[in-house]
């Protein structure tokens, strides 16, 4: 039961800006809550800032019609009006990165295909260069790629919630991930994806869920096998796309005994995935042996990136900048082992004054004995304002009060 219901102010720098192209703000998708008054650029049900169920229509009979007679209109059209256009987004709120943080596909606009600009120079006539100007900015990406990229870094600030449960697919029935069904349900609304392998997607996952699915791709050892690096992929693209996947994600083990394989895996799984507009996470694993300092992660994620990973989950370490400045493409900082909640908010907050886009968090939220509060605070950094105290007060509040 919720029974926070007044606003934290949390809300503050998190809400939206009215629309400037004359739409309405429940026509542009914008969510509102009434208790905190204010609205927001969301997909999730609840209000971040107190919980209350947010309203997606206007409350007035006239406003409804209106939202009606535009919602009627043919789908395509619906669908430009709705594809978000990178450029016209307000900034990344803060905590701010030291160093810009890198907006999805900015990098492979200059250098992996020159569509975007092969079609504003061939174009000839007025109106058409007039309807490119009005086209969504896919930053140099196919419009499926770009996005589903979108739907895991969100455009609007740029920032990346993912919630990580894939743990099993190596470790079999992790300590509190035993029933997949139960720990992801509560968890669902308040992430921007879930991170997951296909069979925990296909028995614990509810198919009406509008959350991205990040799905794992590669495995094949496991904790008491002989080595853990020894990984291939498992999972065709094929049935990643029936399973509606918004991206893959696969390990790299650089500098392991199985490097080249997991390397080469990567390299072929990007040519494949891209093929039908599916980006690529690659995962720079340490397994058992290898260490987690700026000199290897950034080894590791550069050569992730060379590959054409579109997006790279990496460990926060000292130094974490000069990770995220040598890697051209989006970091994701993964939690690591279960550590105190408010060490684990300040890991959050550094990973993205690092530049890091966000983190794909598992065992420090589900092992919390608060996942809902954890998860709402590491939330309140990611796409709020709070630093890890204010966010950790936020959790001993909602832990209390839930
Ligand atoms: C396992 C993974 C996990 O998804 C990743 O480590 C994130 O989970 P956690 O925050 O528990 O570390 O990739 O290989």
Same mark, same amino acid.
């Given at each position: 039961?919720?029974?926070?219901?007044?606003?934290?102010?949390?809300?503050?720098?998190?809400?939206?800006?009215?629309?400037?192209?004359?739409?309405?703000?429940?026509?542009?998708?914008?969510?509102?809550?009434?208790?905190?008054?204010?609205?927001?650029?969301?997909?999730?049900?609840?209000?971040?800032?107190?919980?209350?169920?947010?309203?997606?229509?206007?409350?007035?009979?006239?406003?409804?019609?209106?939202?009606?007679?535009?919602?009627?209109?043919?789908?395509?059209?619906?669908?430009?009006?709705?594809?978000?256009?990178?450029?016209?987004?307000?900034?990344?709120?803060?905590?701010?990165?030291?160093?810009?943080?890198?907006?999805?596909?900015?990098?492979?606009?200059?250098?992996?295909?020159?569509?975007?600009?092969?079609?504003?120079?061939?174009?000839?006539?007025?109106?058409?260069?007039?309807?490119?100007?009005?086209?969504?900015?896919?930053?140099?990406?196919?419009?499926?790629?770009?996005?589903?990229?979108?739907?895991?870094?969100?455009?609007?600030?740029?920032?990346?919630?993912?919630?990580?449960?894939?743990?099993?697919?190596?470790?079999?029935?992790?300590?509190?991930?035993?029933?997949?069904?139960?720990?992801?349900?509560?968890?669902?609304?308040?992430?921007?994806?879930?991170?997951?392998?296909?069979?925990?997607?296909?028995?614990?996952?509810?198919?009406? &869920? /509008?959350?991205?699915? *990040?799905?794992?791709?590669?495995? %094949?050892?496991?904790? @008491?096998? +002989?080595?853990?690096?020894? #990984?291939?992929?498992?999972?065709?693209?094929?049935?990643?796309?029936?399973?509606?996947?918004?991206?893959?994600?696969?390990?790299?083990?650089?500098?392991?005994?199985?490097?080249?394989?997991?390397?080469?895996?990567?390299?072929?799984?990007?040519?494949?995935?891209?093929?039908?507009?599916?980006?690529?996470?690659?995962?720079?694993?340490?397994?058992?042996?290898?260490?987690?300092?700026?000199?290897?992660?950034?080894?590791?994620?550069?050569?992730?990136?060379?590959?054409?990973?579109?997006?790279?989950?990496?460990?926060?370490?000292?130094?974490?900048?000069?990770? &995220? /400045?040598?890697?051209? *493409?989006?970091?994701?900082?993964? %939690?690591?082992?279960? @550590?105190? +909640?408010?060490?684990?908010? #300040?890991?959050?907050?550094?990973?993205?004054?690092?530049?890091?886009?966000?983190?794909?968090?598992?065992?420090?939220?589900?092992?919390?004995?608060?996942?809902?509060?954890?998860?709402?605070?590491?939330?309140?950094?990611?796409?709020?304002?709070?630093?890890?105290?204010?966010?950790?007060?936020?959790?001993?509040?909602?832990?209390?009060?839930?």
């Amino acid at each position: 039961m919720r029974s926070v219901l007044e606003c934290k102010q949390l809300c503050d720098d998190s809400k939206a800006s009215k629309p400037n192209d004359g739409r309405g703000r429940y026509e542009a998708g914008q969510r509102r809550c009434n208790t905190c008054g204010v609205f927001f650029d969301t997909a999730n049900m609840h209000c971040q800032c107190c919980g209350t169920k947010l309203r997606t229509k206007p409350r007035s009979k006239a406003g409804k019609e209106r939202l009606a007679t535009i919602n009627s209109r043919p789908a395509a059209t619906a669908a430009e009006a709705a594809a978000p256009n990178p450029a016209e987004t307000r900034p990344a709120p803060a905590p701010k990165p030291k160093r810009g943080a890198k907006t999805p596909g900015s990098r492979p606009q200059k250098s992996r295909d020159g569509n975007a600009t092969a079609t504003t120079t061939t174009t000839t006539t007025a109106a058409k260069s007039a309807a490119a100007a009005r086209g969504p900015n896919l930053g140099g990406m196919d419009w499926g790629l770009a996005n589903r990229m979108a739907s895991i870094i969100r455009p609007e600030d740029n920032r990346a919630l993912m919630l990580a449960v894939d743990h099993g697919y190596f470790l079999g029935p992790t300590e509190r991930l035993e029933e997949p069904d139960r720990v992801i349900a509560p968890l669902l609304e308040y992430c921007d994806s879930l991170m997951l392998t296909r069979g925990v997607q296909r028995t614990s996952v509810p198919p009406a &869920t /509008r959350t991205p699915m *990040v799905l794992r791709v590669s495995g %094949g050892s496991s904790i @008491i096998g +002989e080595d853990l690096s020894r #990984e291939d992929v498992t999972v065709s693209v094929q049935d990643a796309i029936r399973l509606n996947a918004s991206a893959l994600a696969l390990s790299i083990f650089v500098g392991s005994k199985y490097e080249y394989q997991t390397i080469a895996n990567l390299g072929r799984l990007v040519g494949q995935a891209q093929e039908y507009g599916i980006p690529v996470l690659a995962v720079t694993a340490v397994g058992k042996e290898l260490g987690k300092d700026a000199r290897y992660l950034s080894l590791a994620c550069r050569i992730a990136a060379e590959q054409g990973a579109h997006i790279v989950k990496t460990y926060y370490c000292e130094d974490f900048e000069k990770v &995220t /400045r040598s890697c051209p *493409v989006p970091i994701i900082v993964a %939690g690591g082992k279960k @550590i105190p +909640e408010r060490d684990a908010l #300040e890991l959050t907050y550094n990973s993205i004054r690092g530049g890091a886009v966000g983190v794909d968090m598992g065992r420090n939220i589900w092992q919390s004995d608060h996942p809902v509060a954890m998860i709402r605070a590491v939330r309140s950094i990611v796409h709020g304002t709070n630093d890890a105290d204010k966010a950790y007060r936020m959790y001993l509040d909602l832990a209390k009060s839930g």
